[in-house]
């Protein structure tokens, strides 16, 4: 896939609950384009840089007990702001594609929809550290919160430690978002095996190629 300004890259980004099989899903979008030629640049929020891990281990650690929303909102914006800045800009002023675990929609919908701080505020903020910056196509791998903690061995981080109910309001929230912005967005039912849910992606890459 290559950008009709050739001398601009695209950033693909993939949301979902824990357990959505993102990871797995990001491998193979980027054996896809391999075989095309194209050498992704694969990311993940929070992290990928050196302040963005040690963001990522304080946001994530399990001695972390009480860390107000705004706190946690804070670091995950200050983690995406080394990110734009560090990696992604620069990959895509080289034409490069971007792969990147999580981005903006995942700070709504933990962040705003879960957590219950006010999602214009956030956007406000997330602007400021992003600028123009958007995905020019989402993957949302949406799956039941408990389905997800089935797959996984739940509690590894301080995330996924958050009640089941909170978990929703984050599913809940994806759905919002996405509902909003249906040509951003391309929803996929994740409870569907990992080969069927990469067709349905390898379907609208080739669409957009």
């Known amino acids: 896939m290559k950008s009709k300004n050739k001398k601009n890259g695209i950033l693909i980004t993939l949301e979902g609950p824990e357990g959505s099989g993102k990871s797995t899903q ?8 391999q075989k095309k030629g194209i050498r992704p640049l694969i990311l993940r929020e929070p992290g990928a840089t050196v302040i963005g891990e040690a963001i990522r281990e304080i946001l994530l650690h399990l001695r972390v007990k009480a860390m ?22 620069p990959a895509l002023k080289r034409g490069r594609t971007v792969l990147c675990d999580r981005f903006e929609d995942s700070t709504v919908a933990y962040q705003g929809f879960g957590r219950g701080l006010s999602v214009s505020e956030i956007l406000k903020a997330s602007r400021l550290v992003r600028g123009n910056l958007k995905p020019q196509i989402t993957f949302l791998l949406d799956l039941d919160p408990r389905e997800g903690f089935k797959r996984i061995k739940r509690g590894r981080d301080r995330m996924e430690r958050a009640p089941l109910v909170f978990h929703r309001r984050v599913r809940r929230g994806f ?35």
């Open 68 to 89: 107000a929303p705004e706190t946690e909102l804070m670091l995950y914006l200050a983690a995406r702001a080394q990110i734009v800045h560090e990696k992604i800009l």
């Open 26 to 33: 990001i491998k193979n979008i980027s054996a896809y384009f």
């Open 175 to 209: 759905l919002t978002l996405a509902g909003r912005e249906p040509r951003r967005f391309r929803v996929l039912d994740a409870r569907q095996p990992s080969d069927f849910v990469f067709a349905k992606i390898r379907e609208v890459l080739e669409h957009a190629s």
